[in-house]
């Protein structure tokens, strides 16, 4: 086999993390990352189980790697259907070498070598009760000015849709004294932007008792040279007011909280055991409302759980307004294996979830409408993404994490990482439009 892979990622931002430890994992390991599965020896498929049939896509791609089979290929499946389907993989792909979830990534040089030497069924699937976390200096990070660091892996939570804690494996976070160390490491590399990352990042707990995760915000914050630091997700369960306290305290900390509710209604959120009450989730807002920064609010919404009523759907909707999000991820639900709601009564019609979806986001739009128009006129600080060649613009996103598309009279097209002052000029629902300030307002 040639020492060459191609990896595909799906899913979450910690599944595209994982993919840059694993890719820098390889190359630690002498191989060779390449762009077109043609010229792999080994191909990854890094995969997500979290809606629609996940697994029955994967089977299907898999079906198609069977033609490269014959070229000496090898093939690896990882990440949450990984997990989730275990050695079933191997016995409707046997041409499949490795299939590993996200807690066994640290044991990935081992199966490499198992690989090498010829091994076939070789799987990391038993290590869901590891305390261990997967932490490696070798990360193949994509982007060089924003990064990604794990900070908590897997979840306890278990929501009665969801199939994380069965593939991610139970809760573990790192010490806050690696975290540093990393942040610290890439901050000397040139990066900028944090983002913190956990499928509860907020439910980080230090395992040596010197931090609060509230307390570790802080601490990258003040790394010098970084000037953004962002975390995601946030579960209201665990959502203490000293976070909204420290982003008050800490420039750095961006302007924005991502706290999925998944339903307006107390009675829905008792059913998916998400063990808050809409009155919780709303003091939560409040205190947020209440900070001195302008906080944007985002949310992720499930429609359509098993014995929603019209009645649930309206307390959702009115809490669209209430709390006046700046985006919404919304979802029809779709039944996971293994979860406690994958049988439930009162399943609700393809046609009804649909309907209602469009209902929320529809109402979510008009809010936006509103939202993003509040910033006309306003000038902030922009991080440069990348240009729009199409438009002559360049695409960059705020504290807020809204997309700003904006011009320069500056003849030298700004680099992206860069960070520029901008007047807003023009809004929409999902972006604004603006122009650079003239260089003594520009930042860097
Ligand atoms: N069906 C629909 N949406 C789901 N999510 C998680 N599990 C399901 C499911 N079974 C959504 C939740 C979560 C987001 C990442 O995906 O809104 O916050
Ligand atoms: Fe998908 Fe959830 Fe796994 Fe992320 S943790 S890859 S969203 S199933």
Redesign the pocket.
Known sequence: MSKTFYIETFG?QMNAHDSEKVVGTLEQQGYAQVQDEADAGLILYNTCS??DKAEQKVFHRLNEYKKLQGEGKKFAVIGCVAQQEGEKIFDKAPYVSIVAGSASYRNLPGMLDRLERGDSRITGLDDKKTTETFETPFVARTNPHRGYITIIEGCDKFCA??VVPYTRGNERSRTAASVMEEATRMADAGFTEIQLLGQNVNSYRDPSGKMTFAELLQAVGTIPGIRRVRFTTSHPRDFTKDIVDVIDATPTLCDHIHL?V?SGSSRILKAMAREYTREWYLERIAWMKAAKRDLSLTS???VGFPGETDADLEDTATLLDVVGYDAIFA????P?PNTPAEHLADSLSDEVKSARLQILLDRQREIQRINYDRHLGQVMEVMVEGYNKARNQIIGRSSQNKTVNFTTTQLIMPATGTYHQVRITQTFPNSLVGEALAAPGRVQ
């Open positions: 979450c979290i809606r849709y969801c999925p998944q992720d919404i499930i979802f029809k639900f779709s996971r």
